[in-house]
């Protein structure tokens, strides 16, 4: 299987229309690979709070339709990062959109774990309830966004849920960069499933971007990443190793806690 994750750069200087056609065109490039991936909430910035009301969307926004059709020229699967997502009957939401190889939306997530604390996307948005696994043809795909990573329970929600493979979009900084190779790492190894963290390059509202974005397989060991700028990061990986890795060392099966169902003889 071939992924394509898309480290795009924020540049404060373009119009939001702008970075879409940027982003369409980068993802139509990666023609050929199963999965491409985009960051956290690229259309405007995941520090640029004050973006969010004036950027908000429907879910079937332009957004929505600049990625649909950039997937189906593409023929790849597609999880288009996050938008900040208006509800008309509540609050702003930041959601994640998946499409299929022919455009048809498969999946949206509403990100469960909002970052700021007492400001900031904590406040001026709604948090998701539902965990989201996506099932492609060699793998299931386990949705997760950025501050999320910080929560290892979210990730035993999604292996039970089924899912081998576990994709974070993620807008994360660059003074916090060594917790996010980590918290990935650490996600792979304590899953044993593939993780594919995709995040943006360049400066949020002053807040410079960590970029390195990772892919991480089921021991742990990392099969690329990238530096601190825009980058397309390309990797091909057998998604037939998770069930390997999880026979070889069925950890998973001794779990004690948590969200598994009981046994039942």
Same mark, same amino acid.
């Given at each position: 299987?071939?992924?394509?994750?898309?480290?795009?750069?924020? /540049?404060?200087? @373009?119009?939001?229309?702008?970075?879409?056609?940027?982003?369409?065109?980068?993802?139509?490039?990666?023609?050929?690979?199963?999965?491409?991936?985009?960051?956290?909430?690229?259309?405007?910035?995941?520090?640029?709070?004050? @973006?969010?009301?004036?950027?908000?969307?429907?879910? @079937?926004?332009?957004?929505?339709?600049?990625?649909?059709?950039?997937?189906?020229? %593409?023929?790849?699967?597609?999880?288009?990062?996050?938008?900040? @997502?208006?509800?008309?009957?509540?609050?702003?939401? /930041?959601?994640?959109?998946?499409?299929?190889?022919?455009?048809?939306?498969?999946?949206?997530?509403?990100?469960?774990?909002?970052?700021?604390?007492?400001?900031?996307?904590?406040?001026?948005?709604?948090?998701? #309830?539902?965990?989201?696994?996506?099932?492609?043809?060699?793998?299931?795909? *386990?949705?997760? #966004?950025?501050?999320?990573?910080?929560?290892?329970?979210?990730?035993?929600?999604?292996?039970?849920?089924?899912?081998?493979?576990? =994709?974070?979009?993620?807008?994360?900084?660059?003074?916090?960069?060594?917790?996010?190779?980590?918290?990935?790492?650490?996600?792979?190894?304590? /899953?044993?499933?593939?993780?594919?963290?995709?995040?943006? %390059?360049?400066?949020?509202?002053?807040?410079?971007?960590?970029?390195?974005?990772? =892919?991480?397989?089921?021991? *742990?060991?990392?099969?690329?990443?990238?530096?601190? *700028?825009?980058?397309?990061?390309?990797?091909?990986?057998?998604?037939?190793?998770?069930?390997?890795?999880?026979?070889?060392?069925?950890?998973?099966?001794?779990?004690?806690?948590?969200?598994?169902?009981?046994?039942?003889?």
């Amino acid at each position: 299987m071939r992924a394509s994750v898309i480290q795009i750069a924020v /540049n404060e200087d @373009e119009s939001v229309e702008a970075r879409r056609r940027r982003a369409a065109g980068m993802v139509r490039e990666q023609a050929g690979a199963d999965l491409v991936v985009l960051p956290e909430l690229w259309t405007t910035g995941a520090f640029a709070y004050e @973006e969010f009301g004036r950027e908000a969307e429907p879910l @079937e926004g332009p957004t929505y339709e600049a990625m649909a059709k950039a997937a189906s020229d %593409a023929g790849v699967w597609l999880h288009a990062g996050s938008i900040p @997502e208006r509800d008309p009957d509540g609050p702003l939401y /930041n959601t994640s959109l998946v499409f299929s190889p022919s455009g048809d939306l498969a999946a949206a997530y509403r990100k469960i774990h909002r970052f700021g604390f007492d400001k900031g996307e904590a406040v001026l948005m709604g948090a998701g #309830t539902e965990l989201v696994t996506v099932r492609l043809p060699a793998t299931t795909l *386990g949705l997760s #966004t950025c501050y999320d990573l910080r929560f290892p329970e979210l990730y035993r929600g999604l292996v039970d849920a089924g899912a081998e493979t576990l =994709v974070v979009s993620a807008g994360w900084p660059e003074r916090r960069r060594s917790h996010w190779t980590l918290l990935a790492q650490a996600r792979a190894v304590e /899953n044993q499933s593939f993780l594919l963290a995709c995040a943006t %390059a360049g400066t949020h509202a002053g807040v410079p971007q960590a970029g390195h974005s990772i =892919v991480v397989d089921p021991w *742990g060991e990392v099969l690329a990443q990238a530096g601190a *700028g825009e980058e397309v990061l390309t990797v091909d990986f057998d998604p037939g190793k998770v069930a390997a890795t999880r026979e070889q060392f069925p950890a998973l099966k001794d779990r004690m806690l948590g969200l598994r169902p009981p046994h039942r003889p």
